[in-house]
Structures are given as structure tokens and as C-alpha cells.
């Protein structure tokens, strides 16, 4: 009886419950408001708006849910809701529960990319010498938001006991409801230590309301790509859930629904997220409740202060009835009836546990099996025949492995079995099979359960068909694709042509002697300029979008930087009659460490829109550091920006004011480019600008500083700057397939000095590889007979040392990847800047 009471309790966790929510026009989603509720629908009721948008005619609600009496859970237990969105803790215990399943997981913007994991941070008054690790917490008070926040207390009582220390029962724990509030009683010393989600004290200092010195971080933890101060392991972010009983087709369109919104929509930039994506794998949070014994896991025994705490009244009358009357027969007969009143209401209690847990078994949505050791199957419930199409009469008695597929299933059951006798506990996708002979994808967790001699007698497994999920997963996949090949075979096609005319036109430039004929070519060479910016602005916001976007860390010298900037733009500047005028107030003594071309495109787009959009007076640059930022100030003197238009500066395709792009032109890239850039390196754009005055546009990055001297390493990281004009020579291999651009190369190649020779395909390049000596190949990637890739694979193998660069309009991270791989040394793209051609060749050549 005792067996089977533990294995139904345990179903009774495990499984979903299922009960139909009355037919609504209206779908409810319930939010954990852990900093109010108030804050709660301010930030998701565009959430609600969305929906409604995208599902019209269904309509969705925002009901705001807090700790206090678990008001989220009797929402979710009592269908109150439809749907939910609350962090990984509290989910997990609703799904062991049986009463949720996730959908999507959201994804958070962070300084380095998007994020879809957190934790926890520790933190302590800085005088607090003693307290560096969880374990010197025992016997200090303690400040958390609650006791069912994850990242505010669970996962900080996970690394506790890790090294030790139950800190439920040798600290002071004091919960304030509120994440804030902990760090700001901290900072005044009201506490030794206060436990927080990660990410929050990076959120107070940059509102101001928080300085790095008020505070020391306990117990630190280095996590590549992660980019918040951290204590604790990580976890994924908060889940968005469906509530067992709500409809599976209005879960995959709601799904659906999530999973294209962009990091631009209202709903998620008032949420504070980038967006949703595929369910996360939740089985780190249902380790920690295991380890911790919280949740399903938390111990239900009744303690002294508990009983004492509830019956006081009565224990009270009988102490003073015994007291008065020393009735010692009374007083036995009395507990006895107790006593035995207690175990009815007990005994009522199991038997009603019991029937609950029989009808989870029988109703729930989600598939269940339950098998003994040997395996084979026991039991399996309505559910499971649907989904499979076996009956209960065909699945009992046999090895659970005859309802998956055979490919793969050897490999699947060894990980089943080393996490089931390892912890007892396994969770996975796998191929299932059905009656019908189609296979079917599905998410399943198994969980042993055990007798009082902790020895395993039955298995139980929940499963979902989750086909419409992988359905959205390869649509998405196949989207992306798409656009990425689209985008490098524009770009292709855009730079070949680019690269004629721009070429051609600065050759002509330098030879015509006539003023207003040269004044024309300055103008097509400026025309297919902003064509190519077009171009590279389109690549640029795709691989931001796509979160493939990287910047990199390297020395660089700032002041050369700026002069070459100066140098681009002076002419520009005076040509319009403007001042160009640029301010450094210290010299930096040092490199700075940065992504030098990322700077350098951020505030050529700043000073080119200052000039473009100024008709007098003129442009300051500005350049200085403090408090371990550098910024760079661009202000002008132009037609300014109306301040209720302000922010759309910095949107996709926006100007403030439509009627500025048909004036002055401009795609309205630029701006959100830049930003973006600034934000992936740790930095902001701020603005600000009166109408018919100007404005001024001021980008901020972290100011770090290299060990190299500026002036000793300025010729090995800043060469770009200086004007090339002494004489090279030697023997180049052209291969080109475009008789415009073999002319365009020649020419550029022997008016440095050099002598060349042309391949108008790789099988020529070849040939003329394997019989003349040449000191240098320039490799077009994309030509007839033979394309680049295998002429430089058959050129590599005659001549290991000979430089071979690709001169190619691919100029995709894939392609510059399998150029590298089929040998070549260097890469130079389309259309060809001369500067970088002669840098490359000269460093390649040694010359």
C-alpha cells in the first residue's frame, strides 16, 4: 500500500493536469510581478497588444501575479489563466506539478550579443573583509527579494550547500519583496549580504542610482560571453508557458507568433527582451530544487513551531484544564480522540490525493508510461494511445523501446540509463514511432521512483509531441538561409560593377586635367560610394539581426585614427565652405584596445551626417576621457532635429523628417548601424539638438588602455594613414574573368610599379602558375572553367610559399572562411580600395 501510495504521489508531480478552461473571446496571461504589479503591466501589456494584433480576432489580457499567497500558482492551478510568463524556479515546480509546459524562452539584449541565460550576484559593503564565499555567510544576515525568486535566492542556496552551508538554518534571512531594495539596504549597511538576479547592479549603475565602489561582489564567477557580474552557475531565462487545458492549436499559433517577433516591436522593447526562441532545456533549475530540497523535492514534515504555532489555543485549554482539574483520564482520552481525528483527516487526505492523481494519469494532455525495472511497460494513459495510436492493451508488457525508431535508439537508451542510475532523473528529445509507421518528435522526461529503501521500482515518463515546434524551428532555419544567400549574391552582383566605376573613376580623376571633367568623375566616384555604403549598411544589419554580429579587441592608436578621419573629410568640408575642426585634449600616451574599424565607421557616419546636413558654419570633432569612458563629440552648426523627432533618428529606414531624405539623401542606416555598434562594444550614441541650430551627437565606449607605448607601435598598428608614394616592383598573377576589371587591375598595379600578368580564368591561372615565376597571385574567387577556390588549391600545392590573395565581391564571414581554408594568404574586397591593395601587397611581398 505504501509502494503504490509513492508512486502515485510522484505520477501526481510528474503529470500535467488537465481541465478545460471555459470558451473565451478573451486569453488571460499571467505575469510574475515581482517588483509590483503596476510595474508588471507597464511592461507586458504590449505583450497582450501584440497578440491581439497578430491573432486578430483572439484577444489577450495581462493579469499581474506577486509572491505574496502565491497568487501565480492558485492562478495556474485553479485555470485562472491560460498562459504565463515567470522565471525558470517557479516554472519548473508548476511543470513537476503537472500543470504547465513551455513554449518559448525569451532572449535578452546584453552588451556583448543576445543573452538566454542568468544567475545570481552576491553583494556585500565593501569594509566586509571576512565575507568572499558562500560558506563565510554562515551566521550573517541575509537580504533577499523572496524565497520563490531564482535568481534572488535559490540558486544562491544551490552554490551554498555545494560548499557546505545550509544557509535556511545558520543565517538570518530576511525577505524584502523587491530585488532593489536588497541592494539599496545593503549599500546602507542594514545587512552583511544580499542576494540578487544578475544584471541588476549593471542596471544601477547605469541609471545612476549605483557606484562600483559601494559595493564588492561575493563569491565571483568568470563565464565566457557572459557579460554581468556573477556568483552563481547560469540558468535559462524566464519561460513563456501554456497552462495545461489550453488549447494545442492556440499554443502553436501563439508560438508562432513569438518566435517572429522583432527586437524593434513595441511589445518587446517596453518588455526589456530581444525577442522569444525555442524552449531552453530546464534541467539545471530541476537540479538545483533536487540538491536544495526545494519545490516537488521540499520536505513535508510538520516541525514543533509549526504545530504549536497552529494549535496553540487548544493546547493551551487542555494544559489548563489538566492544570484545574488533574482529570489525567480525561486529559489521555481527549489526545486520544485527537489523535485519532488527525488520522482521519489524514487518511481523507491521501484518498483525495489518490483520486487526483488518477485522474491526471487518465486526462492529461501530455503522454505517460509508467514501467518497472525490468522494462516493461505497466500502464500508459489516454493520452498516450492518442498521441501514438497504440492501444493500452498493445503497450502493456512490452520494452518501451518498440515505440521508437531503431536508428539511434542504441545510443539514446545508453544516455537514458546513465542519467537514470546516475541521478534518477532524464529529460530529452527523441524519435517516436507510431502505429501507423511515421515517426514523430518528442520531448520526454523520466524520473525513477524509489521505496523507503531508496531502491527503484518504477519509471514514469511524460511525453509531448512537439512536431509543430521543429515544424517552426526549420521554417526559421530555412528563412535565414534564404536571406543570407540572397544578401551575398546581391552584394556580388552590386560590387562588380561598383568596382569599374569606382576604379576607373579615380584613375581618370588623377589624369583628367580639366577642372569641371574632373569635378563629373568626382561625382560618379561619390555616386558608387553611396552606393557601396548601401550595400555594406544591408550586410551589416543583417548579421545584427541575426545575432552573428562580433567585434573584436585589439590595439589600436587613437590619435591616428583621428587625423585619418580629418584627412578623409577636409576636402569635403571645404569644398561646402565648412570648418572641419577637430579637438584632442591629451594625447594618449598608449594604444587603446578596441575594434579600430568599428570606431572609425561609427564616426565617419557621425561627421558625414554633420556635413550633409550643415550649410554653414561647420563641424568639431571631440576627444577625451573620464571616468573610465571615451568620448567622442560631434557637433555642428546644420538644420537641427525637432525634439518630439529625436529618437526616430536612430530607427531603420528613419529620418526626422521624411522630407530630409528627398533634400539631402540617405537611407536612414546609418544611425541604427551605429548604435548597435556602440551598444556590442560596451558603449551608447547620445543626442542632443535644437531645431535650426544643430546638434551634437556624443559616443561613449569603455576607455581601456594597452601596455604599448602609441609612439613605439604606431607604424605596426596605424600604417593606414600614411599617403603611399614610393615605387614597388615585382611579378603578379592577376586571375579575372571581367575584361573591365583585368583592365581596372592592370592599371592600378603598374602605376604602383609592378608587372603583370592576366588569367582570365583559374585553369589559366594554373598553367601560368606551373610555368612562369610570379611573386604574388591576385585570386577572383568567382570565374568560369575553374573558380578561385580550386585554382588556389591547385597553385598551393606547386607553391606552398607563394602569397596567394582572394580579390573577390564575395565578402561573407562563409566565404572569407573557405577562401582561408583552400590556401589563400590574404583578402581584399570589392570594389578594391588602392590604399589597402598597396598595404597587403607590401606586407605580403616584405617589401
Known amino acids: 500500500m505504501?509502494?503504490?501510495?509513492?508512486?502515485?504521489?510522484?505520477?501526481?508531480?510528474?503529470?500535467?493536469?488537465?481541465?478545460?478552461?471555459?470558451?473565451?473571446?478573451?486569453?488571460?496571461?499571467?505575469?510574475?510581478?515581482?517588483?509590483?504589479k503596476v510595474a508588471a503591466v507597464q511592461r507586458w501589456s504590449e505583450h497582450a497588444a501584440y497578440l491581439n494584433e497578430k491573432l486578430a480576432p483572439l484577444q489577450f489580457q495581462i493579469i499581474p501575479l506577486t509572491y505574496k499567497e502565491d497568487e501565480m500558482t492558485k492562478a495556474v492551478i485553479n485555470r485562472q489563466v491560460d498562459f504565463i510568463i515567470t522565471n525558470p524556479g517557479h516554472y519548473i515546480e508548476l511543470e513537476l506539478g503537472g500543470h504547465v509546459s513551455r513554449l518559448a524562452t525569451r532572449r535578452m539584449s546584453g552588451p556583448q550579443g543576445v543573452l538566454d541565460l542568468f544567475g545570481g550576484t552576491v553583494i556585500a559593503h565593501p569594509s566586509s573583509t571576512d565575507i568572499n564565499r558562500y560558506a563565510d555567510l554562515a551566521g550573517k544576515s541575509l537580504l533577499i527579494p523572496s524565497r520563490s525568486s531564482l535568481g534572488g535566492w535559490q540558486v544562491h542556496l544551490r552554490e551554498a550547500v555545494a560548499q557546505g552551508v545550509d544557509l535556511r538554518e545558520e543565517s538570518t534571512v530576511t525577505e524584502l519583496k523587491n530585488h532593489t531594495k536588497v541592494v539599496e539596504a545593503v549599500v546602507r549597511g542594514e545587512a552583511d549580504a544580499g542576494f540578487v538576479r544578475s544584471d541588476l547592479v549593471e542596471e544601477l549603475i547605469a541609471k545612476g542610482k549605483l557606484q562600483w565602489e559601494q559595493f564588492k561582489v561575493v563569491n565571483p564567477q568568470s563565464v565566457t560571453g557572459y557579460p554581468y557580474r556573477l556568483s552563481t552557475r547560469l540558468y535559462p531565462e524566464w519561460p513563456f508557458a501554456k497552462v495545461s487545458g489550453t488549447s494545442t492549436e492556440l499554443a502553436t499559433q501563439v508560438l508562432q507568433a513569438l518566435l517572429v517577433m522583432s527586437p524593434e516591436?513595441?511589445?518587446?522593447?517596453?518588455?526589456?527582451?530581444?525577442?522569444?526562441?525555442?524552449?531552453?532545456?530546464?534541467?539545471?533549475?530541476?537540479?538545483?530544487?533536487?540538491?536544495?530540497?526545494?519545490?516537488?523535492?521540499?520536505?513535508?514534515?510538520?516541525?514543533?513551531a509549526e504545530i504549536l504555532n497552529e494549535y496553540w489555543r487548544q493546547l493551551l485549554s487542555i494544559t489548563m484544564l489538566f492544570s484545574l482539574l488533574l482529570l489525567v483520564s480525561t486529559l489521555r482520552t481527549k489526545r486520544a480522540n485527537r489523535s485519532l481525528q488527525c488520522e482521519i483527516v489524514e487518511r481523507q487526505k491521501v484518498e483525495q490525493k489518490l483520486r487526483q492523481a488518477a485522474n491526471v494519469?487518465?486526462?492529461?494532455?501530455?503522454?505517460?508510461?509508467?514501467?518497472?525495472?525490468?522494462?516493461?511497460?505497466?500502464?500508459?494513459?489516454?493520452?498516450?494511445?492518442?498521441?501514438?495510436?497504440?492501444?493500452?492493451?498493445e503497450a502493456v508488457g512490452r520494452d518501451p523501446g518498440f515505440m521508437y525508431v531503431d536508428e539511434g535508439v542504441t545510443e539514446d537508451y545508453q544516455n537514458m540509463w546513465e542519467g537514470l542510475l546516475g541521478s534518477g532523473f532524464w529529460s530529452g528529445t527523441v524519435w517516436g514511432l507510431k502505429r501507423s509507421g511515421s515517426v514523430f518528435p518528442q520531448q520526454i522526461t523520466i524520473t525513477s521512483v524509489v521505496n523507503e529503501s531508496k531502491e527503484v521500482e518504477q519509471y514514469v515518463g511524460v511525453f509531448r509531441d512537439i512536431t509543430a515546434q521543429k515544424e517552426v524551428e526549420r521554417l526559421q532555419f530555412e528563412t535565414s538561409k534564404a536571406k543570407d544567400e540572397f544578401l551575398a549574391s546581391m552584394s556580388h552582383e552590386l560590387r562588380t560593377p561598383l568596382t569599374a566605376i569606382i576604379g576607373h573613376s579615380e584613375l581618370l580623376v588623377e589624369q583628367e586635367p580639366d577642372r569641371e571633367k574632373r569635378r563629373s568623375l568626382q561625382t560618379i566616384e561619390h555616386a558608387g560610394r553611396i552606393q557601396l555604403a548601401l550595400v555594406n549598411d544591408i550586410l551589416d544589419i543583417s548579421k545584427l539581426e541575426s545575432g552573428k554580429f562580433t567585434v573584436d579587441e585589439a590595439p589600436y592608436n587613437v590619435s591616428t585614427l583621428i587625423h585619418n578621419i580629418e584627412?578623409?573629410?577636409?576636402?569635403?568640408a571645404h569644398d561646402k565652405g565648412l570648418f572641419l575642426k577637430v579637438v584632442q585634449q591629451i594625447p594618449e600616451s598608449h594604444l587603446l584596445l578596441g575594434d579600430k574599424h568599428r570606431v572609425q565607421q561609427i564616426l565617419i557616419n557621425l561627421i558625414s551626417n554633420a556635413i550633409k546636413f550643415t550649410e554653414q558654419g561647420g563641424v568639431t570633432l571631440s576627444i577625451w576621457h573620464v571616468d573610465g569612458q571615451i568620448h567622442f563629440k560631434v557637433k555642428?552648426?546644420?538644420?537641427?532635429?525637432?525634439?518630439?523627432?529625436?529618437?526616430?533618428?536612430?530607427?531603420?529606414?528613419?529620418?526626422?523628417?521624411?522630407?530630409?531624405?528627398?533634400?539631402?539623401?540617405?537611407?536612414?542606416?546609418?544611425?541604427?548601424?551605429?548604435?548597435?555598434?556602440?551598444?556590442?562594444?560596451?558603449?551608447?550614441?547620445?543626442?542632443?539638438?535644437?531645431?535650426?541650430?544643430?546638434?551634437?551627437?556624443?559616443?561613449?565606449?569603455?576607455?581601456?588602455?594597452?601596455?604599448?607605448?602609441?609612439?613605439?607601435?604606431?607604424?605596426?598598428?596605424?600604417?593606414?594613414?600614411?599617403?603611399?608614394?614610393?615605387?614597388?616592383?615585382?611579378?603578379?598573377?592577376?586571375?579575372?574573368?571581367t575584361l573591365e576589371l583585368q583592365i581596372l587591375e592592370r592599371r592600378m598595379l603598374e602605376s604602383m610599379g609592378f608587372t603583370v600578368a592576366i588569367a582570365e580564368n583559374g585553369l589559366k591561372a594554373v598553367e601560368l602558375a606551373s610555368t612562369q615565376p610570379f611573386d604574388a597571385v591576385l585570386m577572383d574567387m568567382q570565374m568560369p572553367v575553374m573558380d578561385g577556390i580550386e585554382a588556389t588549391q591547385n597553385i598551393r600545392q606547386q607553391h606552398p610559399e607563394l602569397p596567394i590573395i582572394a580579390v573577390t565581391a564575395n565578402v561573407m564571414q562563409k566565404h572569407r572562411d573557405a577562401f582561408h581554408a583552400a590556401g589563400c594568404s590574404g583578402f581584399i574586397s570589392k570594389p578594391i580600395d588602392r590604399n589597402v591593395l598597396r598595404e597587403t601587397l607590401t606586407e605580403m611581398l616584405k617589401l
Open 636 to 737: 555642428d552648426s546644420g538644420i537641427g532635429i525637432p525634439s518630439e523627432t529625436v529618437e526616430q533618428v536612430f530607427k531603420r529606414f528613419e529620418q526626422a523628417d521624411s522630407s530630409i531624405s528627398r533634400r539631402f539623401g540617405g537611407s536612414g542606416l546609418g544611425l541604427y548601424i551605429s548604435i548597435n555598434l556602440a551598444k556590442l562594444m560596451g558603449g551608447d550614441i547620445r543626442v542632443e539638438s535644437i531645431e535650426g541650430e544643430g546638434s551634437q551627437f556624443q559616443l561613449n565606449l569603455p576607455y581601456k588602455v594597452s601596455t604599448l607605448p602609441a609612439e613605439a607601435h604606431a607604424n605596426q598598428y596605424d600604417n593606414e594613414g600614411r599617403s603611399p608614394v614610393e615605387s614597388l616592383h615585382g611579378n603578379l598573377l592577376v586571375a579575372e574573368d
Open 2 to 36: 505504501l509502494r503504490a501510495l509513492i508512486f502515485f504521489l510522484l505520477t501526481l508531480l510528474l503529470a500535467p493536469v488537465s481541465a478545460s478552461s471555459p470558451t473565451t473571446e478573451r486569453f488571460k496571461i499571467g505575469v510574475l510581478a515581482y517588483k509590483g
Open 265 to 304: 516591436d513595441a511589445a518587446a522593447r517596453q518588455g526589456k527582451i530581444y525577442g522569444w526562441n525555442s524552449p531552453g532545456h530546464y534541467s539545471a533549475v530541476n537540479d538545483l530544487f533536487r540538491e536544495t530540497g526545494l519545490g516537488p523535492y521540499a520536505k513535508t514534515h510538520t516541525t514543533l
Open 361 to 393: 494519469f487518465q486526462y492529461a494532455d501530455e503522454g505517460i508510461i509508467i514501467a518497472d525495472t525490468t522494462p516493461k511497460i505497466i500502464d500508459v494513459n489516454q493520452a498516450f494511445c492518442r498521441i501514438t495510436g497504440f492501444s493500452r492493451e
Open 567 to 572: 584627412q578623409m573629410f577636409s576636402i569635403q
